[in-house]
């Protein structure tokens, strides 16, 4: 089982809507919970950060369930430029500074 | 210009060569990785270092071996190049104390032959 699993998608949405990922991880022992954005066959980008009592930047809203596992990251009012690959990131207490990455969800909004 | 640096940016070449990937960054962070990307398999650590004297394996480490020069540099070598190492590479860095975000660089796009 990987330690890190996204649905790889494509989720293909129109341009206005909202849309949800999730993700699980394996180890209950993970501290710390970040999600990247890739634009094709580009360098990973942070986008956010993941706390455990959720937070927001502007249209997106991350969340941590520690009790199932999970991470979800919701986009509102999708944009064009939303259409990426998003990569569910995590570390646990005994990796110090690596992160393990998920293989990524694919985002397309169409006009 | 790039706080993280990656050359050279694409490379074609034939199995049994000796490859040198270098990444410079002026983030002035401790901490760097050097990691492989493939389709369907997401990013993998190949190797990083948490400062100058420091040298750990990753995840998928073999056929491949790093020198970190300075705090500022982190090279990758391949001693004998084979085609299952065709790849997008992606050298990162972050700041030391616990766990920090990533930076990555441009990548390399490696063929080989």
């Known amino acids: 089982r990987k330690e890190v699993e996204q649905d790889p998608g494509p989720f293909n949405v129109p341009e206005g809507a909202t849309v949800a990922f999730n993700c699980t991880y394996s180890?209950?022992?993970?501290?710390?919970f970040f999600w990247y954005r890739q634009d094709c066959r580009k360098e990973p980008k942070l986008l956010m950060s993941?706390?455990?009592s959720g937070n927001e930047d502007g249209r997106f809203t991350a969340q941590l369930n520690r009790a199932s596992q999970y991470i979800s990251l919701l986009i509102r009012d999708s944009k064009l430029s939303d259409s990426a690959t998003y990569l569910c990131?995590?570390?646990?207490?005994?990796?110090?500074?690596?992160?393990?990455f998920g293989q990524g969800t694919e985002l397309s909004v169409k006009p | 210009d790039a706080d993280v640096t990656q050359t050279p940016r694409n490379r074609i070449t034939k199995t049994g060569k000796r490859i040198m990937l270098e990444c410079s960054q002026t983030?002035?962070?401790?901490?760097m990785y050097w990691y492989r990307q493939d389709p369907g398999l997401g990013l993998r650590l190949i190797y990083y270092?948490?400062?100058?004297?420091?040298?750990n394996k990753g995840e998928i480490s073999d056929g491949y071996s790093v020198s970190r020069q300075a705090q500022a540099k982190f090279s990758l070598s391949l001693e004998s190049a084979i085609p299952n190492q065709t790849a997008l590479y992606f050298c990162?860095?972050?700041?030391?104390?616990?766990?920090?975000?990533?930076?990555f660089g441009d990548g390399t796009r490696l063929s080989i032959l």
């Open positions: 990131v995590v570390n646990h207490y005994n990796q110090g500074g690596k992160l393990i």
């Open positions: 270092s948490f400062d100058v004297k420091d040298i």
């Open positions: 180890n209950s022992a993970s501290q710390s």
């Open positions: 983030k002035g962070h401790d901490r």
């Open positions: 990162a860095t972050s700041d030391s104390g616990g766990v920090q975000p990533q930076h």
């Open positions: 993941v706390y455990s």
